[in-house]
């Protein structure tokens, strides 16, 4: 089977620093695939570079057969993105939050307007569709983001910390919506998290980034078995592969963003 992404020495500098060290991965069709690490790991500059936001500074990379460098407008047309930031408008409605990413996608207006009914139908936001995006509660603007990233039924969904922010009940909803979604269309998802239970039980594959590099690679019952211990968690696994501790506080620019984002989001 081919794969749908496919990473090869994959390099971002930023003057002398390298923020991702010639990283190479591959994630297969239908496949939802993890990528974890502390803040400053490089997670977030690669989820950048794979949705054509920032130009790699060497390496290569192709996105469903498209070549990342050299096809960036059909890579955008296969690809969704939910970033950590908000991304809908709260002076819009759900729905015409959603007609404004149809446009953006250059869909018909009559095509729009109907997958935009059948999204906000499917992320359980119909009764919603006319109200204002800055009524929502937080989990609801995720459910939001995540229908304007499906508007154009992309072939990969890329998720950036895609529950930050949001209260266990908001997160398991979401995460049941993004479930049905895998179910039903064979969607390939790349999501970074720290929240490792997101990932131990959402996820057929991940890889553990630490400063730039990919430092281990597999399932998480894999990754778990590889520490040799009958009860490892992936929790255990991530101390082990990154030599740190879980640490979602990051550095003060890390901690304000991830509170500006819970804000907006509560």
């Not at 002398?16 to 502390?38: H, K, M, R, S, Y």
């Not at 359980?124 to 939001?144: C, E, P, V």
Request: glycine fraction near 10%.
């Amino acid at each position: 089977m081919s794969a749908l992404v496919s990473l090869a020495a994959l390099t971002r500098r930023f003057g002398d620093f390298t923020a991702v060290n010639a990283i190479t991965l591959d994630v297969q069709p239908g496949e939802v695939f993890g990528l974890l690490g502390p803040n400053g790991a490089g997670k977030s500059t690669t989820i950048k570079m794979l949705t054509t936001l920032l130009p790699p500074t060497s390496g290569a990379a192709t996105i469903a057969g498209y070549d990342l460098l050299r096809q960036q407008p059909q890579v955008r047309r296969v690809i969704g993105y939910v970033p950590q930031a908000l991304s809908a408008d709260g002076t819009l409605t759900g729905y015409e939050n959603l007609l404004i990413f149809g446009k953006l996608y250059d869909l018909p207006r009559r095509d729009a307007a109907r997958r935009a009914h059948e999204a906000l139908a499917f992320m359980g936001l119909a009764d919603a569709a006319d109200k204002l995006a800055r009524t929502y509660s937080g989990g609801m603007i995720r459910r939001l983001e995540v229908a304007q990233a499906l508007l154009h039924e992309p072939q990969v969904l890329f998720l950036d910390e895609p529950t930050v922010g949001l209260d266990p009940v908001a997160r398991k909803a979401v995460w049941q919506r993004l479930g049905d979604i895998r179910a039903q269309t064979g969607m390939t998802i790349f999501l970074t998290t720290h929240y490792m239970e997101e990932a131990d039980s959402l996820c057929q594959r991940v890889a553990i980034m630490s400063h730039g590099d990919i430092s281990a690679i597999g399932s998480p019952a894999e990754l778990k078995a590889s520490l040799g211990q009958s009860d490892a968690t992936l929790d255990d696994v991530f101390a082990h592969f990154t030599g740190d501790q879980l640490e979602t506080g990051g550095s003060y620019r890390d901690t304000s963003r991830a509170r500006r984002t819970a804000a907006r989001l509560s």
